[in-house]
């Protein structure tokens, strides 16, 4: 059973930093995309930023510039650092995976629960 484990979020004011981890029991991590993604209250969810198995990431508009992606294959992680947060990023934050689970090109994709990220004053 593949389990995504979100942590990291919190209550920061405007302006200020937060390191999101997913951590992921996911067999075939080093060559899944894992992404972050979002979802504020009254809004569909969106896609943060994503990072493929070789390292080529991919940011939302709204994030480029502010929020890095990384991965680490050996620990089975992936870390978003969000810095210049305004009260427009607060939703509940998501890590997905998505992986070829056979020759065939068939792709799964798994969601964790979600991580709560608040900027207010």
């Known amino acids: 059973q593949v389990q995504l484990v979100e942590s990291g979020g919190g209550l920061v004011q405007p302006g200020g930093s937060l390191r999101l981890s997913c951590a992921a029991s996911l067999r075939l991590f080093s060559s899944a995309e894992m992404g972050w993604y979002r979802q504020a209250p009254g809004k569909q969810r969106e896609l943060v930023a994503t990072i493929t198995g070789d390292g080529a990431t991919n940011y939302a508009g709204p994030v480029k510039g502010r929020f890095t992606i990384s991965r680490d294959n050996a620990k089975r992680t992936v870390d978003l650092q969000m810095n210049g947060l305004g009260p427009e990023d607060t939703a509940v934050y998501y890590c997905?995976?998505?992986?070829?689970?056979?020759?065939?090109?068939?792709?799964?994709?798994?969601w964790g629960r979600g991580t709560q990220v608040t900027v207010s004053s």
């Open positions: 997905r995976s998505k992986a070829v689970v056979n020759v065939e090109g068939t792709w799964v994709e798994h």
